[in-house]
């Protein structure tokens, strides 16, 4: 419909304002991202020394499936209980957001996440 039409059916009483902003501007579906299947994680704690950077290094060679992250941040939404962190948005956005990077460089360490 074009708005001449919209504007008309409203003006008769044919038509609400929001059904005629609904005709005029129909929703469009969103379209969600890639979907992911691992995560790499990249962890330096320069304060501790090699041997922890070295097990660290170890520990994360190998790319984490993303059922294991999900399940993950479910087990640890028990124990953190923070309100302002919604655990499944964050868990959803992670399940479609394939080839992006997330760096963190803090005093304390340099985290690099990698999803795949």
Do not use: C, W
Request: aromatic share 8%; charged share 30%; no cysteine.
């Amino acid at each position: 419909m074009n708005q001449l039409t919209v504007l008309e059916k409203i003006e008769n009483n044919e038509l609400t304002a929001y059904e005629g902003l609904k005709e005029l501007y129909p929703e469009k579906k969103i379209k969600g991202g890639k979907r992911a299947f691992f995560i790499n994680l990249k962890i330096n704690v320069p304060e501790e020394g090699k041997g922890i950077n070295r097990f660290l290094r170890i520990l994360f060679a190998i790319p984490i499936p993303m059922i294991f992250a999900r399940m993950g941040l479910r087990f640890a939404n028990r124990f953190a209980n923070i309100p302002e962190v919604d655990i499944k948005e964050i868990s959803r956005l992670l399940k479609h957001s394939r080839n992006t990077r997330i760096s963190v460089e803090s005093k304390d360490a340099v985290v690099d996440v990698k999803i795949m």
